[in-house]
Nanobody, 117 residues
């Protein structure tokens, strides 16, 4: 079993930045893919960014050029640097983790990001 604990959410003004962190613990040896999803009430959950232990990344078109995902393999921690935030980025952000074939095995509890003036 793997536990994912997110941190770093909060309130920020449009144009500002936040960095989310997600620390994995437990049986992390098979944890080869980590990522971030987001969801607002009444909306479908959507992929924000994903990264493999080898450093291969993928992003939603809506965040390309603004968000950067990175992973510290030694710490089993994934980060999401969010720059030039806009109100549409307001959501609950969930950390995910899993294997290459099952990347969404594990989910964190979510952290709220609110972009508002």
């Amino acid at each position: 079993q793997v536990q994912l604990v997110e941190s770093g959410g909060g309130l920020v003004q449009p144009g500002g930045s936040l960095r989310l962190s997600c620390a994995a613990s437990g049986s992390t040896s098979g944890l080869n893919v980590m990522g971030w999803y987001r969801q607002a009430p009444g909306k479908q959950r959507e992929l924000v960014a994903r990264i493999t232990r080898g450093g291969v990344t993928g992003y939603a078109d809506s965040v390309k050029g603004r968000f950067t995902i990175s992973m510290d393999n030694a710490k089993n921690t994934v980060y999401l640097q969010m720059n030039r935030l806009i109100p549409l980025d307001t959501d609950v952000y969930y950390c995910t983790g899993g294997s290459i074939v099952r990347p969404l095995l594990y989910w964190g509890q979510g952290t709220q990001v609110t972009v508002s003036s």
